[in-house]
């Protein structure tokens, strides 16, 4: 089982980044796709899901400057996240959703000036 996102960093309120996450091909061709957040002292939670068709989730809080996209060709899944706030800190995962019991290692999203 692979789940390995990348693309976190520090970034100032208003900015944007784009991370990535490769999943094994057993996982990605048979699921939605899902981006996860867990940011300190909070339960981890569904920011945005993607079937394999291409539909589409967002959660309230991201919606509008988020966006979930998928290369089935490279089983790899991406979010786009624009006008970043501070309340978007978090360590980000990716999964399946619904998300399998095993959870890959996240990657550090720190908005903050």
């Known amino acids: 089982v692979q789940l390995q996102a990348s693309g976190g960093g520090l970034v100032q309120p208003g900015g944007s980044l784009r991370l990535s996450c490769a999943a094994s091909?057993?996982?990605?061709?048979?699921?939605?796709m899902g981006w996860y957040r867990q940011a300190p002292g909070k339960q981890r939670v569904l920011v945005a899901a993607i079937t394999s068709g291409g539909a589409t989730y967002y959660a309230d809080s991201v919606k509008g400057r988020f966006t979930i996209s998928r290369d089935n060709a490279k089983n790899t899944v991406y979010l786009q996240m624009n006008s970043l706030k501070p309340e978007d800190t978090a360590v980000y995962y990716c999964?399946?959703?619904?998300?399998?019991?095993?959870w890959g290692q996240g990657t550090l999203v720190t908005v903050s000036s």
């Open positions: 091909g057993s996982i990605f061709s048979s699921n939605a």
């Open positions: 999964n399946a959703h619904p998300f399998l019991d095993t």
